[in-house]
């Protein structure tokens, strides 16, 4: 599907809407949960002025948003942002997402920001791909926010 096609300024009301869809269809529980962003060398606090995310798990398979908009962040490293649930581990397990709003992170213009699901584990890193590289973290910021969505498999 063309996610741009249905998507608002971010994305973000229309992906619930599609989500609350599928879920009175295949009669699902859409989840809460809190998303936790940190350093992904030292993860730091901040002090959070928006933190949502939502989800539909259907079997393994786990979709959703997460949104995170941070001040004072005192981690180092990449942008590392928790998940509702664990991934699948080995080695050629996918899952990531896309970033559809950003405020304030700093990164070269040439990258395109992406989500990469860490296998093993409840984290996605903020990502970022130029042509003819390859991805690179994006650091954290002291005060900036965005919104991913994501998909991947669950362990169980």
Same mark, same amino acid.
């Given at each position: 599907?063309? @996610?741009?096609? @249905?998507?608002?300024?971010? &994305? ?5 809407? =599609?989500?609350?869809?599928?879920? =009175? ?11 936790? /962003?940190? &350093?992904?060398?030292?993860? %730091? ?10 989800? +539909?798990?259907?079997?393994?398979? /786990?979709?959703?948003?997460? =949104?995170?908009? @941070? ?5 180092? %490293? ?5 998940? $509702?649930?664990?991934? *699948?581990?080995? $080695?050629?397990?996918?899952? %990531? &997402?896309? /970033? +559809? ?10 990258? *395109?920001?992406? /989500? ?9 890193? +903020? #990502? ?10 994006? $650091?954290?910021?002291? =005060?900036?926010?965005?919104?991913? #969505? ?7």
């Amino acid at each position: 599907a063309d @996610w741009a096609s @249905w998507a608002d300024d971010d &994305g973000k009301i229309s992906l619930i809407v =599609n989500m609350m869809l599928l879920q =009175n269809s295949l009669f699902l529980s859409l989840s809460s949960y809190t998303p936790i /962003v940190s &350093g992904s060398s030292s993860e %730091g606090t901040a002090t959070y002025t928006q933190q949502d995310g939502r989800y +539909i798990k259907i079997g393994r398979l /786990v979709i959703g948003y997460a =949104n995170a908009f @941070w001040v004072d962040h005192t981690g180092v %490293g990449g942008i590392d942002i928790s998940l $509702p649930v664990d991934s *699948q581990s080995g $080695p050629s397990v996918g899952g %990531g &997402g896309s /970033v +559809i709003s950003s405020s304030a992170l700093s990164w070269p213009a040439a990258k *395109q920001l992406t /989500v990469s699901v860490i296998a093993g584990s409840n984290t996605a890193r +903020i #990502l970022g791909l130029e042509s003819g590289s390859s991805a690179s973290l994006i $650091p954290l910021d002291t =005060n900036a926010g965005l919104t991913i #969505l994501f998909a991947y498999f669950s362990q169980t």
